[in-house]
């Protein structure tokens, strides 16, 4: 939290600092809070993968953090010299483009592989799954404040996410206790029963990874269809970017051949 260092000085002060600091930053069109997901390390041990097991589980937002520097470098590399070639769209709050050509089949292959990895050793008992893989380039460009992908919850097994800055928000409420994957279902959703869960402005929180070789994992709706680890829910999300910062990203949607057409 860039912000924290000023704050502890200001609060001796100013009894409002945290509010008016959360207005600072909410005016930059990004979440005020900050989380910072756990890591699963390619040399984690056996213990330390039980405990991430036992932390996404209890998570309303599971989200980790898989490091690959070698393959981010690749993703950072293409994606800028794609964007490159597509010119910006006048008053465009995000764009998508496809990837065609036998580079980015690798890339695709290599992050399915990645994202495969990560689900052995989430679930190991699992049977190894026949997976499918789309992959795309999103640009949000810079101008605009605010929510550029409005909230949802991805029809995956699972999202494995390359970008060049944060923006990625997860439902991230004080609250938490009190809402159930039942709740983050019918965000947003008609419903004929009781009233929804309300999602309000401070219930989000930017994903801020530990470091720029990091690829953020998040299981989708189809998580529980497949995988034996239970979750509270899958990962409801948007995304909302400063409106001086240019922001790219290469979601890989994986899901099991067949689930979605």
């Known amino acids: 939290d860039l912000y924290r260092p000023l704050h502890r000085v200001a609060q001796r002060r100013d009894p409002t600092s945290q509010q008016t600091r959360d207005r600072i930053t909410a005016k930059k069109g990004m979440a005020p809070r900050t ?12 213990k330390a993968v039980a405990a991430l097991r036992t932390h996404l589980s209890a998570q309303l937002s599971p989200v980790l953090c898989v490091e690959d520097a070698a393959l981010a470098a690749r993703c950072r590399a293409m994606a800028a010299k794609a964007s490159a070639a597509h010119a910006s769209q006048p008053d465009a709050r995000q764009e998508a483009f496809p990837l065609d050509g036998p580079d980015w089949s690798q890339l695709r292959e290599d992050l399915t592989a990645l994202a495969e990895r990560t689900l052995q050793r989430l679930a190991p008992d699992v049977p190894r799954l026949p997976l499918d893989a789309r992959l795309c380039l999103r640009r949000y460009p810079p101008g605009h404040t605010g929510q550029r992908l409005g909230a949802h919850v991805d029809d995956t097994l699972c999202t494995l996410l ?16 009190a809402w159930t994957g039942e709740d983050v279902a019918k965000v947003g959703l008609p419903t004929m029963g009781p009233p929804p869960k309300v999602v309000q402005e401070d219930d989000w929180a930017t994903v801020t990874p530990p470091s720029a070789d990091c690829f953020l994992f998040t299981p989708g709706n189809g998580w529980g269809a497949h ?4 979750l509270r829910s899958p990962t409801l999300h ?10 790219l990203s290469l979601p890989l949607l994986v899901s099991v051949r067949g689930d979605y057409g």
């Open 35 to 46: 989380l910072t997901p756990p890591i699963l390390a390619t040399d984690a041990s056996q």
């Open 162 to 177: 390359w970008a060049s800055t944060p923006g990625l928000e997860v439902l991230a409420p004080a609250d938490d206790a």
């Open 227 to 230: 995988v034996a680890l239970p």
């Open 238 to 247: 948007r995304v909302a970017v400063g409106g001086d910062v240019e922001r």
